[in-house]
């Protein structure tokens, strides 16, 4: 169905021109789904935008060809592209709020493709947006028609994308990392249905992920990427099982998995003995009978529904459940961003719940606590520099000034494994791993005793997750730090935590030793999510 043929993809920039594919070669056969696996920047995305004609400005495609069922997508006619596209070949994106329009009813988003290729008239357009909405399962799919996609969960709109995208029955469909900032129940219930929908209309697909285990699961052939060029392809078993390549090795070894290490996941030449630490007997932070409730059109809306948990001293504790189970709200409330409606949040013996959080930016106890939030790009101020980000919690809560917060801004660049050439850039000039070790420079600038970690690694390639795991591992034995770690990610979180605090509907249905909970979990909740988790694969014991 489509043959790829020593594609080249290059991009006119200011510094010259970057070669961003080379050499790419491959064949998707009809009724089969090709994995391309890779870490950011590898090109895959890139590679799927050239067979799409939609390169940014700059991009051009240099080299290669690109036929798809006998036509030349290289050559042909923008006119002709725009046949396709919708119709023939056809897209997920990789953030669903950003690929739908924000002012723009999502039903009549649906309507837009179906009549843009005749697959409906103004007659009749409504009650097949509403059909394809319904073949990607939305619930009540008549009513979600008018909504607009803020009203809309992340899951929800990710099936908007779906509907969108197999509402003129393509014969080839694209998914740009379909489930990254999804929890984990919500991505295994998006990909198998994607998975149920290409059987059924005998789809092609190619599946663009990072994650091994959703590409082991779904996928028939793997093709793995690096610097814009394949270094291995082959079936998911094998590839994964017996790795030939340095890199896909090196990929593997680094995903999180059932029985390994923290450590295990860095390269051998850079393992180092996981340092010791303690923990004490008496707990650091005692939440009790906490309470979120905001008022509703229909009633009041009960976030957090009487949560009660213990953080000791150099103890890790794992919150865990889906989106919209009131984990990111009880951390919010933790770190004073948010007032609790009831209960209380005992740090160090004080009840921080009597603080207001409006005034707690000019507490004392702030510098105690402190925050690394999920989306390092977002919680960086764009306009400053590395340097700057660290200095202000040293300005603000330490008072340091001139050459000893300098000395310190460096310190804390070498503990956080920052090169100290990089402090005088700005957000968009540093990597995903390089933003997320400025944001975790800036959190301990003050010597905090407690850290609450939001979902850090989520949106980090699996080789830069397995050192900011590690940095975190080395930081918390070193500084005598304990975290709660938010995340939905059980595989990172069964690594780093002792204790982990399962959550559903506001309320807490289990707690326990992370080991207990994740090998004999009491509640069939806690089963359901460790049953969604893809499964990384397991490499040979050779």
Known sequence: MLTIKDLAVSFRTRRGEVNAVRGVSFEVAEGETLGIVGESGSGKSVTSYALMRILDAGGRIKAGEAVYSGVDLKRASEREMQGLRGREISMIFQNPRAALNPIRKVGHQIEDVLRRHARADAQNARAKAIEA????????????????????????????????ALACDPKLLIMDEPTTGLDITTQKAVMELVTELIRERSMSSILITHD????????????VMKDGAIVEAGDPVRLFARPGHPYTRKLVDATPREGASIRELLPAEVRTPEPP?????????????????????????HAVKGVSFDVKAGQSVGLVGESGCGKSTTSSMVVRLLDPTSGQILFAGEDLAKRPSAGFARDPMRAKIQMVFQDATDSLNPRHTS?????????????????????????????????????????????????????????????????????????????????????????????????????????????????????????????????????????PYTAELLEAAPKPPARDAA
């Open 133 to 164: 909405m319904e073949a990607v399962k939305i619930r009540d799919a008549e009513a979600r028609y008018d909504a607009y996609p803020f009203e809309l969960s992340g899951g929800m709109c990710q099936r908007i994308v779906c509907a969108i």
């Open 387 to 523: 340097r700057q980000t660290i200095a202000e919690p040293l300005r603000a809560m330490a008072g340091l000034r001139g050459r000893a917060r300098a000395e310190r801004i460096e310190e804390l660049a070498d503990l956080v494994g920052l090169p100290r050439p990089l402090l005088d850039r700005f957000p968009h000039q540093l990597s995903g791993g390089q933003k997320a070790r400025v944001g975790i420079a800036r959190a301990i600038a003050v010597n905090p005793d407690f850290l609450v970690l939001d979902e850090p690694t989520a949106a980090l390639d699996v080789s830069i997750q397995a050192i900011v795991l590690n940095l975190l591992v080395d930081l918390r034995a070193r500084l005598g730090m304990s975290y709660l770690f938010v995340s939905h990610d059980l595989h990172v979180v069964r690594l780093l935590c002792d204790h982990v605090v399962v959550m559903k509907g506001g309320e807490i249905v289990e707690q326990g030793p992370t080991e207990q909970v994740m090998t004999a979990p009491a509640d």
């Open 277 to 301: 630490r303690r923990i004490s007997d008496e707990a650091l932070l005692s939440v009790r009978d906490l309470v979120k409730t905001y008022a509703g059109k229909s009633g009041p809306v």
């Open 212 to 223: 091994l285990g959703l590409a082991a699961q779904y996928c028939d052939r793997i093709v």
